[in-house]
């Protein structure tokens, strides 16, 4: 069982690292993060990765609320806290434990933004989330609204209704209020990067100097956490990192 | 009227001041007649010219089915069961309670977020961090408490479903043996609505006498609460 905690009480200094990314839709967060994934996997160590809303057990909930309209911004906010308070005890928590790597896309920080624009109370949103375990570091991608809403809509034919905010009656249509809506969440993580101490990244740089940041920031952190198996028992893995391929007959190998 | 009050923060979406119904809890364990009271109730408040809503835990259109299913399969930590819980009620506040006491009915409860409360802290969850979330739960006219003992809830217990997994707390306690999980629970369980009743000046009724006794007690009890209200 998750026991609410003070966010500094969950975690041991010796025991996992965790590493978060934030920011609005279109900030190049989740991009920098599977970067950050592939050379930590690279490096040999076992990493655990975490998606904000990706419970299955919360899931059909969730669509359900989403495709009906029924998510008020209690409901939303109460049902995204289920979702989090989920993968928390089942993944996020257990690996921190083990002493592993866990990288997480979105984390209480978006539910702090999200909700309090939403006008949900942000006295009683941390207190909600104060089971969470505080992460090793918090990165924030800061990127002006016209880019990232620029970036998000080149290449979407239609926002969706809770993505755009339009519950909250901000535009017309979907694309005026998902352009209110995002600079209202970055207004709010700008309260949040001073209160949290979020780092943040600028996210207009290109692609491989944040990502150089990010791993400048990370690997300190790296210093004895858990390692990968070697092989994951999967002979194609091991034959993967010596550079050949199996010859077909052997493609069929179980898992 | 009803005042639009609050146990912490006034949630988003919620106007007004005062409502014209009236908002009544019927809490208790399982087992202890609550439903049968509810039923009785209905048919008193309903004869007398009230109309009625009926409303209990799980039974929102939200999540009242992934609540049910997540308890078969016991799938769900306490954590994420409470913050399921905490959809379904706030959910039902807004498209049952509300607009029930919006349209000057009496919202008859059965079980309220004193329920959900006393099972979670059995099970070791923070006061304090359940007193925030369910901070959003408007403050009702009445809560009635019926109250029992271990023994005799549990003729009552076995003469209708037996002993139930979930209420006799098998999901955290350890061991095989259920009369004696069921004991410690309930008596637990009993031990955290007594204080509840105590800090938050709930009616208390007796409920180990018959069905015609408690329904009397019930009935004098919510009277007072109805006066001045208008009829259908």
Not at chain 1, 7 to 20: P, W
Not at chain 1, 96 to 117: H, N
Not at chain 1, 179 to 186: C, D
Not at chain 2, 81 to 100: C, G, K, S, V
Request: proline share 5%; net charge neutral; with cysteine.
């Amino acid at each position: 069982m998750v026991e609410p905690k003070p966010a500094n009480g969950v975690l041991k200094q010796d025991s996992g690292r965790l590493f978060i990314v934030e920011g609005i839709d279109g900030s190049g967060k989740s991009t920098q993060l599977d970067l950050l994934r592939k050379w930590l996997v690279n490096l040999g160590y076992l990493v655990v990765f975490s998606e904000w809303n990706s419970s299955p057990i919360v899931r059909a909930t969730t669509r359900r609320g989403k495709r009906e309209h029924l998510l008020s911004p209690m409901s939303f906010s109460l049902i995204h806290a289920a979702d989090f308070a989920s993968r928390t005890s089942a993944t996020i928590l257990p690996a921190l434990r083990a002493g592993a790597i866990v990288l997480a896309d979105r984390y209480v920080y978006t539910a702090y933004a999200r909700d309090a624009v939403r006008g949900v109370n942000r006295a009683w949103l941390r207190k909600l989330y104060s089971f969470a375990p505080p992460p090793s570091l918090a990165f924030y991608f800061d990127v002006p609204l016209e880019e990232a809403v620029r970036r998000i809509l080149a290449g979407r034919p239609r926002i969706k209704y809770y993505e755009a905010g339009m519950d909250l009656g901000l535009g017309a249509d979907s694309y005026e209020s998902f352009q209110r809506f995002q600079g209202l969440i970055r207004a709010e993580y700008e309260r949040l990067v001073p209160e949290f101490g979020l780092i943040r990244l600028d996210a207009t740089q290109t692609l491989v100097d944040q990502q150089q940041q990010m791993r400048e920031l990370v690997r300190p952190h790296l210093e004895g956490a858990m390692r990968a198996p070697d092989t994951n028992g999967d002979p194609r893995r091991v034959v993967g990192q010596m550079g050949h391929q199996l010859s077909e007959r052997h493609v069929d190998v179980p898992r | 009227m009803t005042a639009l009050r609050f146990y912490g923060e006034r949630p988003p979406g919620i106007n007004g001041e005062e409502l014209p119904g009236r908002l009544i809890v019927i809490e208790g364990t399982d087992g202890v007649g609550r439903t049968t009271h509810v039923t009785l109730l209905t048919e008193w408040l309903e004869a007398r010219g009230y109309a009625v809503v009926n409303t209990g835990l799980r039974r929102s259109t939200l999540a009242g089915r992934e609540i049910e299913r997540a308890k078969r399969g016991n799938t769900l930590d306490h954590m994420t069961l409470n913050l399921f819980y905490a959809t379904d009620f706030w959910d039902r506040m807004e498209r049952q309670i509300l607009p029930a006491l919006r349209a000057g009915m009496v919202a008859l409860v059965d079980r309220y977020i004193f329920s959900l409360m006393s099972r979670a802290v059995v099970r070791g969850m923070p006061r304090d961090w359940l007193e925030n979330l369910f901070g959003f739960a408007l403050v009702p006219d009445l809560v009635v408490y019926l109250d029992i003992d271990v023994p005799h809830l549990i003729p009552r217990v076995l003469a209708s479903t037996g002993f139930d997994y979930w209420e006799s707390g098998r999901d955290y306690l350890p061991g095989q043996d259920v009369f004696s999980s069921f004991v410690e629970y309930q008596s637990n369980l009993l031990a955290e609505f007594r204080r509840l009743a105590r800090e938050h000046d709930f009616v208390t009724v007796d409920a180990r006498g018959s069905i015609h006794e408690v329904f009397r007690q019930l009935c004098a009890s919510i009277e007072p609460v109805l006066a001045l209200m208008a009829r259908g």
